[in-house]
């Protein structure tokens, strides 16, 4: 059975810092891996989708990359800014999408 | 206590054809959202409800598609006259509240429409 595991399971930051968030699955058996940004009241918002045969993928300030034969996943946020205090999620799909139980993340102005 | 369900797992239907989705929340859960997955896309939000009530369905296509979370009984994606294009998994999740900050929203196994 997949299992999905984010570190830490919190974070606080200053303004500006480059941060890394952490993803690692059981079963590397996966269709593609997905970082997800959740905001209350709201539903998740894909951030970046990794295909199983890719290794990394970008947008903006955001770089997510994926070594399937260990199992992990991260992803690097750069010049952090107060807006992206939210709570990360990563999710695995391989028939069933499992997700992790994510990371809040603080960034103080 | 049993997590999200959605059902069927798996449906078919022809093109023109009605699909039902059905999301049954998690005991206490009051707030449900819908999600779509299409091929090689990522997840993207359709919908989210309140019972009996539609907070936000800026996701959601403005034809053919519609959703209910009804006093009882779980909540339902109806997709009317299907197409090729609506082929996709799509995803329910439940929280207990409004999703802020301490709530997390709790995934369904998805159920994978495959329009023939």
């Known amino acids: 059975k997949q299992e999905v595991t984010q570190i830490p399971a919190a974070l606080s930051v200053p303004e500006g810092e480059n941060l890394v968030l952490n993803c690692s699955f059981t079963?590397?058996?996966?269709?593609?891996l997905q970082w997800f940004r959740q905001d209350p009241g709201k539903g998740l918002t894909s951030l970046l989708l990794i295909q199983s045969s890719q290794r990394e993928q970008t947008s903006g300030r955001l770089n997510a990359s994926l070594d399937k034969s260990s199992g992990r996943s991260t992803l690097y946020i750069a010049a952090s800014q107060p807006g992206d205090s939210a709570t990360y999620l990563c999710?695995?799909?391989?028939?069933?999408?499992?997700f992790g139980a994510g990371t809040r993340l603080t960034v103080k102005p | 206590n049993a997590g999200v369900m959605q059902n069927p797992r798996h449906l078919v239907r022809r093109r023109g054809q009605e699909a039902r989705l059905r999301c049954s929340p998690m005991k206490g859960h009051s707030h449900v959202y819908w999600y779509r997955q299409l091929p090689e896309e990522g997840l993207k939000f359709m919908v989210y409800?309140?019972?009996?009530?539609?907070?936000?369905e800026s996701g959601m296509p403005k034809e053919r598609f519609s959703a209910e979370f009804p006093k009882e009984g779980p909540s339902i994606l109806r997709i009317q006259q299907v197409v090729r294009g609506d082929s996709a998994a799509y995803f329910c999740?439940?929280?207990?509240?409004?999703?802020?900050?301490?709530?997390?929203?709790?995934f369904g196994p998805g159920t994978r429409l495959t329009v023939l």
């Open positions: 079963d590397s058996a996966i269709y593609n």
């Open positions: 999710a695995v799909d391989h028939n069933d999408m499992r």
């Open positions: 999740a439940s929280s207990p509240t409004s999703g802020g900050a301490g709530d997390t929203q709790y």
């Open positions: 409800l309140q019972k009996e009530n539609i907070i936000d």
